[in-house]
């Protein structure tokens, strides 16, 4: 890798609502190099709000963009990218950036894979609902398994809440990650991803939140969701 202190690009084909709540956070903020997407959207006008450089790298084919962008990582000495791009990478950026590409997944993988995690998951009528960070590999939603949360699944609750829930999970998944690697705390071995120091003492979120934002960070539409105790907050 590049440097001592690693760096983030986002990448996205969404319209940016994780990267918008979480560029809130110091942890975030300091981390992050830029964004980047294959076309103008409200993702790159959030990034440029919160004072991120937003950059288009614009391409026909999937193929075409993931050169584009292998080209940009490897300028900017960029360390990890945080992807919310809803096509697969090629083999190329795929091999080349093996074990730093992180996907933010709406379910808890393998079940649910695709598009629509969230969706599937409700639809199926599964008791548990959850988010997966994985390190993509050579199959799509098929990764290496970082961190995953968990959300009982409440007919009597509104989609909405569920659903919500499901978004403030993924904002603390990606603020706790990334600042697991800025403490160079991520060993990868095979299929297997250890967080050095890890703890694993609350049911919603394993390994535990230790991040003091990650934990804090709280639902704007229904405030009284609540993080499970027991976790140990850090910086």
């Given at each position: 890798?590049?440097?001592?202190?690693?760096?983030?690009?986002?990448?996205?084909?969404?319209?940016?609502?994780?990267?918008?709540?979480?560029?809130?956070?110091?942890?975030?903020?300091?981390?992050?190099?830029?964004?980047?997407?294959?076309?103008?959207?409200?993702?790159?006008?959030?990034?440029?709000?919160?004072?991120?450089?937003?950059?288009?790298?614009?391409?026909?084919?999937?193929?075409?963009f993931c050169q584009s962008?292998?080209?940009?990582?490897?300028?900017?000495?960029?360390?990890?990218?945080?992807?919310?791009?809803?096509?697969?990478?090629?083999?190329?950026?795929?091999?080349?950036?093996?074990?730093?590409?992180?996907?933010?997944?709406?379910?808890?993988?393998?079940?649910?894979?695709?598009?629509?995690?969230?969706?599937?998951?409700?639809?199926?009528?599964?008791?548990?609902?959850?988010?997966?960070?994985?390190?993509?590999?050579?199959?799509?939603?098929?990764?290496?398994?970082?961190?995953?949360?968990?959300?009982?699944?409440?007919?009597?609750?509104?989609?909405?809440?569920?659903?919500?829930?499901?978004?403030?999970?993924?904002?603390?998944?990606?603020?706790?990650?990334?600042?697991?690697?800025?403490?160079?705390?991520?060993?990868?071995?095979?299929?297997?991803?250890?967080?050095?120091?890890?703890?694993?003492?609350?049911?919603?979120?394993?390994?535990?939140?230790?991040?003091?934002?990650?934990?804090?960070?709280?639902?704007?539409?229904?405030?009284?969701?609540?993080?499970?105790?027991?976790?140990?907050?850090?910086?």
């Open positions: 890798m590049a440097s001592l202190q690693p760096s983030f690009v986002f990448v996205l084909s969404t319209t940016g609502s994780v990267m918008q709540r979480v560029l809130d956070t110091e942890t975030v903020r300091r981390a992050v190099h830029s964004a980047v997407a294959v076309a103008e959207g409200p993702a790159l006008v959030h990034a440029r709000a919160h004072g991120v450089p937003a950059v288009v790298l614009p391409a026909r084919t999937n193929e075409l962008l292998l080209d940009y990582v490897r300028k900017h000495e960029i360390d990890y990218i945080l992807s919310f791009y809803t096509q697969f990478y090629t083999d190329e950026i795929r091999q080349a950036l093996r074990d730093r590409i992180i996907n933010f997944h709406p379910s808890l993988l393998p079940a649910f894979k695709g598009m629509d995690g969230f969706g599937d998951g409700i639809d199926y009528f599964t008791k548990i609902i959850g988010t997966t960070v994985e390190l993509i590999k050579d199959v799509m939603d098929e990764g290496k398994i970082v961190m995953q949360t968990a959300c009982p699944v409440d007919r009597d609750v509104p989609l909405e809440e569920m659903r919500d829930r499901i978004f403030v999970q993924q904002c603390k998944t990606l603020i706790q990650v990334v600042d697991w690697l800025m403490q160079d705390r991520m060993r990868v071995e095979g299929d297997l991803v250890k967080i050095r120091g890890a703890r694993f003492t609350t049911p919603e979120f394993t390994p535990a939140l230790e991040n003091r934002e990650a934990i804090a960070l709280q639902s704007r539409m229904f405030p009284r969701q609540t993080v499970a105790a027991g976790e140990k907050t850090t910086a």
